[in-house]
């Protein structure tokens, strides 16, 4: 089993080593790849020492697997030399999302989806991810006819030069802008690019990518992302709208018995999802569960997940172990 790692040394790339190496995957090689400049220097997995290698040597050594966290342009130009050899790929950018050749997988919601001959696979964005872990179950108990999100994504989000804009903030010192304004102290509603429309393409994946990896198409569906300045994930308030009343005690059982989905719902003694507690785990929490008074068929619930975690490389991984779970390469 040889395994390729694309963009190893930046965060979801780091993460993705950790979440491999804690894994049950039988690996006979590692190919970290990274940067021109980065070729040569070693990263640690599984207490071994190796050496990053560039693009054109981890083709040629022909991987079952890759995963690709290193931007769109580098997907949009290496994924296809990887498939050509026979490699699935795994991309954690947003290159190939909504490519109607290509599936966008949630192991736990949609995982069936995929066949033998998927040789590109995409990874949703950190925000959907956590968003259809929740509204898939829900839909299939009750049916939904609406969904409004309002985010409170970490900089994490962003990458590692977000975090250091953040944190020469807090240290009263001049820092590289990564952002249009100062991030510490301050929300942004300004996540990604701006499009014509007036919302930004975080907005847009949150709207797009939901309805296809839920095979819901004309899924009224509307979002508003916002940048805070935490590290340990993304945070989501979620109202939804039944087609209709949904019974609050059989909508808490639906979620308990949702794979990857904890429960975190006891307002008397402050138990609710948050950030700080949600870093470095792998499911996605669930909380303030309560009915919109002020819409018939609606309830509103607070989501959070670690957004490199299960928002990025717990779930590539996931795909990667689906995959070879169904004995579509070599073991």
Not at 17 to 29: P, Q, T
Not at 283 to 289: A, C
Request: overall charge negative; proline content about 5%; glycine content about 6%.
């Amino acid at each position: 089993m040889r395994i390729a790692i694309i963009g190893a040394t930046g965060l979801v790339g780091q993460e993705m080593l950790e979440v491999l190496g804690a894994s049950d995957v039988d690996i006979d090689e590692l190919l970290p790849v990274a940067s021109e400049s980065s070729v040569g220097k070693e990263i640690r997995f599984r207490n071994e020492k190796i050496a990053v290698c560039s693009l054109e040597e981890a083709v040629s050594k022909t991987p079952d697997i890759a995963l690709f966290s290193a931007g769109g342009d580098i997907s949009l130009e290496w994924a296809p030399k990887f498939a050509e050899k026979g490699t699935r790929v795994i991309d954690n950018s947003s290159a190939w999302r909504m490519d109607p050749k290509c599936k966008l997988v949630v192991p736990e919601v949609n995982g069936s989806s995929l066949a033998k001959d998927d040789l590109i696979i995409a990874n949703p964005n950190c925000s959907t991810i956590q968003l259809v872990m929740i509204l898939k179950p829900l839909h299939d108990k009750f049916g939904i006819k609406r969904v409004v999100i309002s985010t409170y994504q970490a900089v994490t989000g962003t990458g590692k030069k977000a975090v250091d804009q953040m944190s020469a903030e807090r240290r009263g010192e001049k820092a590289e802008m990564v952002y249009p304004y100062p991030i510490d102290l301050n929300c942004i509603p300004h996540c990604d690019t701006f499009a014509d429309d007036g919302y930004t393409r975080e907005e847009l994946k949150l709207i797009r990518e939901p309805r296809k990896i839920l095979d819901l198409p004309n899924l009224a569906i509307t979002a508003t992302a916002v940048r805070v300045p935490v590290v340990g994930g993304h945070s989501e308030s979620v109202n939804i709208e039944f087609e209709s009343e949904p019974d609050l005690v059989e909508l808490r059982k639906c979620l308990t018995a949702a794979k990857g989905v904890i429960i975190q719902d006891n307002p008397d003694v402050n138990s609710y999802p948050m950030p700080r507690f949600a870093k470095g785990k792998d499911e996605v929490f669930v909380g303030r569960i309560r009915k919109d008074f002020s819409q018939e068929n609606t309830v509103n619930l607070w989501i959070v997940a670690d957004n490199l975690r299960k928002g990025a490389a717990t779930n590539a991984v996931q795909i990667a172990e689906y995959i070879i779970s169904k004995g579509w390469i070599k073991s």
